[in-house]
């Protein structure tokens, strides 16, 4: 029975997405009283803005749409569980994630799902592009290309590039794990911590923590090869192209141990997985080697690396996964739409670590307000306030960091974040009640029953 409810999303989802054809759509913003304002929107109205920009570029944040606009850029080499199957068949992840932008960021996002063929050539399409955005969010993009088109678009661009399987996830993880550590009553710089799977978003995790004073030799990271240690050769012989993950294979493991997840495991305190889709990926005996009032963080999708109720059943006190239909959702989209947020209202050039720490420690701030438990270690997508906070956060974040280029007053900056996330919701529910969604989607499906 668990089982057949946990496959109901994806039933719904083939139901559903022919019904509507796709998620998301342009709407005009500007007011049509009629055929004569098409001058004023168009020709030949529309050549003085031009030329207002060509002589002040920056204006384009106030005469277009460019600065509450970012582009969904991915080449489908590395979409959620499925692995690379192209930009074609990632475009339903890119119009989810430009739905939820919009629904709970007020942010308008365009999904640009490209064949580029190398990194390289993703780069360049995502520095042409970058005069339409005021910032970019890079998706499902596999490793460890993924790494150098971030580094590389954040030194080049002045607008904030973003990978939100690196820094999202990562971002959501250290919330997520604060808050479980609060519960079972364990501190952040004394655990040990196996990280399962070590692609973009446990990378960058590793990274987030040691900047929150973890130690590393108290890490485990585990690939599909097994443990990281300083005699990995493969990894040591590809260090140019994979230097983050040589890096943690010389600075974690500091028992030197060799073998598999159920060693790298072994007496943890934390288990933070983003690897193959499971749900036998982590085995229950596994989770029963791990220390007492153990955390659990199977987050592979559509299917995590174990199901929540046998990792229960196996001795974890706190289970994490990255799906909806379960507690405890740890999943990017507590966090970006609320970082964009912030970092385009006060026009940041970059979004710091610092930014990205600010956001995960106001999302355990928000988790504190329902109260933290096993079962509500980081609050849920539609606790509105949420999205607000962390763009608030954000922002003061981005101005602590010096990379704000707008100054503001915390209570106008603060009012304005609160009437866009409103007036965005109440325009997409007005779309929403003319479908008749209500009457459509199955309440079945519905998070909030879970």
Known sequence: MKVAQANRPAEEAMRLHPLYRGKVQMMPKCPIRGIDDFAIWYTPGVAAVCEAIRREPDSSYELTNRANTIGIISDGTRVLGLGNIGPLAGMPVMEGK??????????????????????EALISVARALAPSFGGINLEDISQPSCFRVLDTLRDELSIPVWHDD???????????????????GKRLGEVRIGLIGMGAANV??????????????????????????????????KRESYADKWRICEETNGEGRRGGIEDALRGADV?????????????????????????????????????PWLAEEAGARVVATGRSDFANQVNNSLCFPGIFRGALDVRASRITDSMAIAAAKELVECARVGGLSERRIVPRMDEWDLHHRIAFATAIAARQAGVNRLTFDDQALWQSIEARLAKSRADCDLVMSRLGASTTIDSATDPKRS
């Open 166 to 184: 690196q820094q999202g996830t990562a971002t959501v993880v250290l919330g997520a794990l604060m808050a479980a550590l609060e519960v079972v």
């Open 204 to 237: 960058a995790t590793y990274r987030l923590l040691r900047e929150m004073g973890v130690e590393a030799t108290g890490v485990v990271g585990c690939d599909s090869r097994g443990i990281l240690h300083r005699s990995r050769d493969d990894i040591a012989l």
């Open 271 to 307: 288990c933070i997985a983003f690897s193959r889709s499971g749900p036998e990926t982590i085995r229950p005996e596994w989770v029963k080697g791990m220390a007492s009032d153990a955390i659990v963080f199977a987050c592979a999708n559509p299917i995590p690396e174990i199901w």
């Open 98 to 119: 430009a739905l939820l932008f919009k629904y709970l960021g007020g942010v308008d996002a365009i999904p640009l799902c490209v064949e580029t063929g190398s990194p």
